[in-house]
C-alpha cells in the first residue's frame, strides 16, 4: 500500500523556524515528483514547493520564495520542508503529494497524499 506521512508540525511564535518531513511507505520516492502544499478551511489547497525527483529542479511559490527550502533524501524516501521566517499567513495543515505533475504546485497533478501536519504560527 502506497502511503505518505507528514510529520514535523507544531506551534510557533512569528520568526520562528520549523522542518516539515513526508517519508514514503509501500513505494520509493526517488522516481516521484513530490510537493508540498497547503490548505486553510473554506480554501484551496495551494502549492508551496515542489522537487524533482532526479535533477534538483526546485519550485517554489512566491509568498514562500526565500523562506521556504524544499529538499529530498531518496535513500531515505523523504522529502523535507524547511521553512524559516514563518508568517502568521503561513498557518495551515500542510500536505506532502507524490506523482509525476506538469504543473507542478497543482494539487490535481499528485497521485498520492499524507494525512497533513498542522503548522501553527501565533504569538
Known amino acids: 500500500q502506497y502511503q505518505l506521512v507528514e510529520s514535523g508540525g507544531g506551534l510557533v511564535q512569528p520568526g520562528g523556524s520549523l522542518r516539515l518531513a513526508c517519508t514514503a511507505s509501500g513505494f520509493s520516492l526517488d522516481v516521484y515528483g513530490v510537493g508540498w502544499f497547503r490548505q486553510v478551511p473554506g480554501k484551496k489547497r495551494e502549492g508551496v514547493a515542489f522537487?524533482?525527483?532526479?535533477?534538483?529542479?526546485?519550485k517554489y511559490a512566491n509568498a514562500v520564495r526565500g523562506r521556504f527550502t524544499i529538499s529530498r533524501d531518496n535513500g531515505e524516501d523523504t522529502v523535507y520542508l524547511q521553512m524559516n521566517d514563518l508568517k502568521v499567513e503561513d498557518t495551515a495543515v500542510y500536505y506532502c503529494g507524490a506523482g509525476h505533475p506538469s504543473l507542478v504546485l497543482l494539487p490535481a497533478e499528485y497521485d498520492y497524499w499524507g494525512q497533513g501536519t498542522q503548522v501553527t504560527v501565533s504569538s
Open positions: 522537487t524533482h525527483p532526479s535533477d534538483g529542479t526546485t
